[in-house]
């Protein structure tokens, strides 16, 4: 008699399993809940509060305005999830980890910057979620996507902006527009120091005149030495691999000190709306870091719907990647018509996808179609470079001066 | 003797009920509860450190993260080249050495005019690294990619925090302990009665500096990516500060008591009030510092105090041998 109660009861167990198997493997969740951690304090909060935050949220009213993610019959509404990492890597760490044990968020979307990626890489990695670290910009994209298999870059590396920005002053030396001298700032960080290296490289390689260069440590304001030992050079081209703080105060000081060299171009920032806010006209001919391609309608439209949802423009570098990192995302869910982590990666890796940048794919784990070189245009930030591809707008040489 | 030893073995089984207790925790809990778990004993090592030195002697130091950010890139710079015990050993003796050339210099400076020293002593090396990486290394991230589980990074935690309290609590009741506080009270006194007060600051000021160094270099696998802003951030200074006078600088388990509460706080706000966060953790500092000026540790004696002059019979036994260890 034991025998057989035991008998039955293992059969029991054993019916029970193989019932909540299958269901389990159908059985969808009410919604598809999504998690991040951001940072709206601290150092890193400007370039999230820019580039990252408006994004999430912009993109999250329109999914659920829609109805939801569409996973095989149904749709699914997101539901969010948000900490602020307080532009910490510990803290970064530990709300990732909350993210995926306690909330067991479905997906987490990425923080702001190389350095929280980077941090929060190996958490996502161990937990199997894909992670598109849409902000991170390494000359190491490789030997990381090596290591997390489920990482994608959507911004390239360092160096390929430094070849954007390099190639289109061939161009013009080759076309007779310059002779060649250059000046070149940089912030001592790590995406300005692998920026300006690259930069001084393919500089020498290229036999270019490079009359100056010199760099200052992150978030120095006093900019006036530096502009005035460039100028005394008299450069034809003034590249600043600068951050935004440091690319408001060598524009704005260089406005108030009258250098005004044919081609200005500083990095990151240049494309922030904030910029144009802060210098109206004056932007007008200033080169930069990104661009968009003015004539796509989807950008157009994109543009237009950021402002209107969030009461800002769009970052017209990374803000774009951004979003089409989550519509990358969410196309990649609806053809897995799953949440499974293995299969939605293997249709990011595989697939086309339509998005605000056109369509896109994202071979080898990495976009890297995106602009290297803009500049304000009719207060646009339009892309310039590479300026073989299409979209790309004429360089407006020289630069307008300072009003 | 009796009631002290009756203490010490008190102390002693809580010790390694603590370290029992952390060495079978990955066994429990998810990665949240190691993440938890990592962030209160990383404070709680910094914060008994910090007290170590600061609690006894007065000075307070602002340059926890000085020491933590050198273990840190002591292991972004040698950790994939040297065996990760050398590693760790290099990083404590590094921040050992430079707390002994610093304090040499420097622990003669007293009261406000040290800790703005301490605080300036963080921001110089922080400089100084990004000076050298950016200038000499060519490139001023680093990347840290070392196997190390959250499950390891407990495991040597509880370690380093076990060995800093059986540290701390032979300095309390040595000669080395008393003079400390013999400094704190009054250092001309002290000076006067033939302690050598520059060596017993140094050489406490510099083990503490060491452990803080071990803390940094054991984390720093955890961020994969270092620069000096992350590895140098003043925020750490300021919470092991407020955490160990919360708790009680005066006592080894004090700042024990603060790490407690201020990191289960820290989690609670940032769970619940993520956008809040700056906001309500200042309130809770002034709080702090109005409302329990002397620590959770000063608030328990108090009380302690309180109850045997209520019932002074009771003061015979336990109280006499303790005016020893005090």
């Known amino acids: 008699m034991p025998s057989t109660s035991l008998a039955r009861a293992l059969l029991g167990i054993g019916a029970c399993v193989a019932l909540s198997f299958p269901a389990m493997a159908d059985d969808l969740p009410e919604s598809i809940r999504i998690g991040y951690a951001v940072s709206d304090t601290g150092p890193y909060a400007g370039g999230a509060g820019t580039t990252i935050t408006p994004n999430y949220k912009l993109w999250v009213e329109e999914v659920n305005k829609a109805g939801g993610i569409r996973v095989g019959e149904r749709q699914l509404p997101i539901e969010v999830v948000a900490y602020d990492d307080r532009s910490s890597s510990e803290e970064a760490v530990r709300a990732v980890e909350r993210l995926i044990n306690q909330d067991e968020v479905h997906f987490v979307l990425p923080p702001w910057g190389t350095a929280l990626n980077l941090a929060v890489a190996p958490v996502l990695h161990r937990a199997g979620y894909p992670h598109l670290a849409v902000t991170a910009v390494s000359d190491r994209q490789q030997d990381l996507m090596d290591r997390w298999p489920r990482l994608f870059f959507f911004l390239s590396t360092s160096s390929h902006y430094a070849e954007g920005i390099v190639t289109m002053l061939e161009e013009l030396r080759e076309s007779g527009e310059i002779e060649g001298r250059v000046a070149m700032v940089n912030v001592a960080d790590q995406f300005g120091i692998e920026l300006a290296n690259a930069a001084r490289a393919l500089l020498q390689q290229a036999e270019f005149d490079v009359v100056y260069s010199q760099s200052y440590p992150p978030g120095s304001q006093d900019m006036q030495g530096i502009i005035n030992s460039a100028r005394q050079q008299d450069p034809e081209a003034f590249l600043a691999f600068s951050y935004p703080p440091e690319t408001i105060a060598i524009t704005d000081q260089a406005k108030t000190l009258g250098f005004n060299p044919p081609l200005f171009y500083t990095a990151v920032g240049t494309a922030f709306p904030l910029y144009k806010n802060r210098f109206g006209d004056n932007v007008e001919g200033v080169l930069g870091i990104g661009g968009v391609d003015s004539d796509s309608e989807v950008m157009v439209d994109y543009i237009e719907r950021h402002t209107e949802m969030t009461g800002q423009a769009p970052d017209l570098w990374a803000s774009a990647p951004t979003y089409a990192s989550l519509q990358v995302l969410q196309q990649a869910i609806e053809r897995a018509g799953s949440i499974d982590h293995e299969q939605v990666v293997a249709e990011m890796e595989n697939g086309t996808f339509d998005t605000v940048l056109g369509e896109i794919t994202l071979d080898g784990r990495a976009y890297w179609e995106g602009w290297q070189v803009g500049q304000w245009q009719d207060g646009v930030f339009r892309a310039i470079g590479p300026s073989d591809r299409e979209g790309a707008a004429e360089i407006v040489l020289p630069k307008p001066d300072w009003r | ?326």
């Open chain 2, 1 to 326: 003797m009796m009631a002290l030893s009756r203490t010490t073995l008190f102390g002693g089984v809580l010790l390694l009920a603590g370290v029992i207790g952390f060495a079978l925790l990955p066994g429990f809990v998810g990665g949240y509860g190691l993440s938890m778990a990592i962030n209160f004993l990383m404070f709680a090592i910094l914060a008994t450190a910090w007290a170590m030195f600061s609690g006894p002697s007065g000075y307070v130091s602002l340059a926890t993260v000085a020491f933590f950010g050198i273990g840190a890139y002591t292991v972004a710079v040698l950790g994939e080249r040297l065996p990760w015990g050398a590693v760790l050993l290099l990083a404590a003796a590094i921040a050992f050495l430079v707390a002994l050339l610093v304090g040499l210099s420097t622990l003669r400076l007293r009261g406000v005019y040290f800790v703005i020293f301490s605080f300036g002593l963080a921001e110089l090396i922080r400089q100084v690294v990004n000076w050298y990486e950016s200038t000499q290394a060519g490139s001023v991230g680093r990347y840290v990619f070392l196997d190390i589980t959250q499950e390891q990074i407990v495991w040597q935690l509880t370690a380093v925090l076990a060995l800093l309290f059986i540290v701390g609590w032979l300095i309390e009741r040595s000669r080395v302990g008393f003079a400390l506080r013999m400094i704190g009270d009054d250092e001309t006194v002290a000076l006067h009665c033939g302690v050598n007060i520059t060596l017993i600051k140094v050489l406490v000021f510099s083990l503490s500096a060491a452990f803080m160094a071990l803390v940094g270099a054991i984390v720093a696998p955890r961020w994969t990516y270092l620069d000096p802003s992350i590895a140098f951030n003043p925020n750490i200074s300021f919470q092991v500060l407020i955490m160990a006078l919360l708790g009680g600088a005066r006592r080894l388990y004090g700042p024990l008591l603060g790490v407690i509460p201020m990191v289960l706080l820290f989690e609670y706000l940032s769970t619940h009030f993520p956008h809040l966060f700056s906001v309500l953790l200042g309130v809770t500092f002034l709080a702090i510092v109005y409302l329990v000026p002397h620590g959770v540790a000063g608030l328990i004696e108090g009380y302690v105090q309180r109850y045997r002059k209520r019932f002074p019979g009771k003061r015979a036994e336990s109280d006499i041998p303790k005016e020893g260890a005090l």
